[in-house]
């Protein structure tokens, strides 16, 4: 089985500073991991996922993120947010070659970005 | 772009209801799920579905039922409403790639339901 553990449950952060939401995940196999962004009053989207390959995932509206298999990390960083990405955020992790519906979701981080 | 269809956006219902959550997809997806989202526990997936009239229990299926008669729809039930029932439910959708390299998770924006 898998678990997810997003560290900070809220993250309070000024317009134009970095930010990075932090996810440590634990598997027994190999994984696929995601980041998905919820804005108030609707679905969740995905942002970007880890399949293979380069450590270092780029996805939409500025954000990346980092697999870091030794520490069992995939965070999230942004280098300067808006206002527009106050939101929640979840990590999810699946087994690899299992339908992304079957992920496991962290609990969420609440990113509000102040003016 | 895919849409993702809730039939209600908040539900109110009383104690030992019938319950019905529906769910509509436009983009032909072959695989439908259906999450309860609560504060401080993430997505936790209640039941899916890979075909008509198939269904596979989640990680807590347990007050629920669900019905798929036809591709686009998948109607989550809930035979006798419970106040710890009272949650915000998604429903999403992905078409049959054969893993997460190409498929792409599509929500719905969610029914608040409260079982008072």
């Known amino acids: 089985a898998q678990s997810v553990t997003q560290l900070d449950s809220q993250v309070p952060v000024f317009e134009e500073a970095p930010v990075e939401l932090r996810c440590n995940y634990s598997?027994?196999?190999?994984?696929?991991l995601f980041w998905y962004v919820q804005y108030p009053n609707q679905g969740l989207q995905l942002l970007l996922k880890y399949l293979s390959g380069s450590t270092l995932v780029k996805g939409i509206n500025g954000f990346e993120a980092e697999f870091n298999k030794s520490q069992t990390s995939f965070h999230l960083r942004k280098p300067s947010v808006h206002i527009s990405d106050t939101a929640e955020y979840f990590c999810a992790v699946t087994p690899a070659n299992t339908n992304a519906g079957k992920s496991t979701f962290g609990d969420g981080t609440t990113l509000t970005v102040k003016p | 772009d895919v849409k993702v269809t809730q039939s209600s956006r908040y539900l109110v219902k009383r104690t030992g209801e019938k319950v019905f959550l529906e769910c509509v997809q436009d983009?032909?997806?072959?695989?439908m799920f259906w999450y309860r989202q609560d504060p401080g526990l993430g997505l936790r997936l209640i039941y899916f579905s890979y075909d008509v009239k198939m269904k596979e229990k989640g990680d807590i299926p347990e007050g629920y039922s669900v019905s798929r008669e036809k591709k686009e729809r998948f109607s989550l039930i809930l035979e006798s409403a419970s106040t710890n029932q009272t949650s915000m439910y998604l429903c999403?959708?992905?078409?049959?790639?054969?893993?997460?390299?190409?498929?792409?998770?599509?929500f719905g924006s969610g029914t608040q339901l409260s079982v008072l």
């Open positions: 598997s027994s196999v190999s994984v696929y």
């Open positions: 999403a959708s992905t078409r049959d790639s054969g893993g997460p390299r190409n498929e792409k998770l599509f």
């Open positions: 983009m032909d997806h072959e695989n």
